[in-house]
């Protein structure tokens, strides 16, 4: 079954905590993505990776980190430093230009 | 900087009316256009897509959109709405050749029984 897996569905953060979200493909595509999205917001761009070893920041990349070290796998540490964490967060991937799949999604919130 | 403006942010809709919901872009080189739709409690799914050929295309459960270069625009249509579609829509676009995304801020659509 193909297609995009995202864990935890839900996940709570304490003050000055990292947390770190979980995103697997097994789509075979090159690019991986995290969006953020809050209510009236649409969905903002963290970060972005096109190749395996290598991303870019997107318009809101303060306060997260990513790594890409094998193609499937693409996590976001959302570190103490993101004073505004509360949101729903998205993983997508696509090959380039062409379409994006998404997870179901990650929502955290701060204790 | 390239954007994506979507000017209803809120619409309620009886079923059997029709629907248009206007999507604007801002990047002038040859780009792709979705709409993707989330549904309650549902993934972010892909509703239509325009890469290049008939501005016109079409997707899935009765929608359309309309590719219009000269206004940058990529307006969805459905002549008749259901219940069912009420969800949130989303407008994106990605400049051809690159691998960054532009959404737009969605609509959220509702449709009244």
């Known amino acids: 079954d193909g297609g995009i897996t995202q864990s935890p569905k839900y996940l709570f953060r304490k003050e000055g905590q990292n947390v770190t979200l979980s995103c697997e493909q097994n789509?075979?595509?090159?690019?991986m993505y995290w969006y953020r999205q809050d209510p009236g917001q649409g969905l903002r761009l963290i970060y972005y990776?096109?190749?395996?070893?290598?991303?870019q920041k997107g318009d809101i990349a303060e306060g997260y980190s990513v790594s890409r070290e094998k193609k499937e796998s693409f996590p976001l540490t959302v570190t103490s430093a993101q004073k505004n964490p509360t949101a729903f967060y998205l993983c997508?991937?696509?090959?380039?230009?062409?379409?994006?799949?998404f997870g179901a999604g990650t929502r955290l919130s701060v204790l | 900087a390239q954007s994506v403006s979507q000017h209803n942010h809120h619409v309620i809709l009886s079923e059997a009316a029709s629907l248009e919901l206007g999507c604007n872009y801002s990047?002038?080189?040859?780009?792709?256009l979705f709409w993707y739709v989330q549904y309650p409690g549902q993934h972010l799914q892909l509703l239509l897509k325009?890469?290049?050929?008939?501005?016109l295309v079409k997707g899935i459960k009765g929608f359309e959109a309309e590719f219009i270069k000269s206004k940058f625009s990529f307006n969805l249509r459905k002549p008749s709405v259901q219940w069912s579609d009420t969800a949130e829509y989303f407008c994106?676009?990605?400049?051809?050749?690159?691998?960054?995304?532009?959404f737009g801020t969605g609509t959220r659509l509702k449709v009244l029984a």
């Open positions: 994106a676009v990605v400049n051809s050749g690159t691998y960054k995304y532009i």
């Open positions: 997508a991937s696509s090959e380039q230009g062409y379409i994006q799949y």
């Open positions: 990776s096109q190749i395996v070893n290598d991303f």
């Open positions: 325009y890469f290049s050929g008939d501005p």
């Open positions: 789509l075979n595509h090159d690019a």
């Open positions: 990047y002038g080189g040859t780009v792709n």
